[in-house]
């Protein structure tokens, strides 16, 4: 089943050129649906190489309410999308930093 969507780039300034990269990434692209790892359908960004080679990068799928959200972003209508690998690093740290501030608190008590 093919569907047409329709992309609205909100970009100030810079349009033509936004406009420019994701043509470059979607002449060799297409957004499929399909099961991921888990079994659940999601969305990626299929794209085939110059090899042929397809690759599949994961966009988002339906939280099933059960699974644990740690690595995603949980939109508020149960979305899970993929947070950059930055986000998850300073989310741990703020995790650590606050493991630390207890344990401390804790020894003082």
Known sequence: M??????????KGAAAGTL???NSIMANSEFVIKNSNTGTPAMFLKTIGE??????RFLCK?????????G???TGDNY????PESDIV?????KIKGIAENLKQSKRN
Do not use: A, M
Not at 90 to 94: A, D, E, P, W
């Open 2 to 11: 093919e569907n047409t969507i329709e992309i609205k780039i909100e970009c």
């Open 20 to 22: 420019g990269w994701f």
């Open 51 to 56: 090899d042929g080679k397809e690759t599949y």
């Open 62 to 70: 339906k939280w099933d309410g059960r699974s644990d959200p740690f």
């Open 72 to 74: 995603y972003r949980l």
């Open 80 to 83: 899970l999308c993929e947070l």
């Open 90 to 94: 300073s989310g741990n740290l703020n």
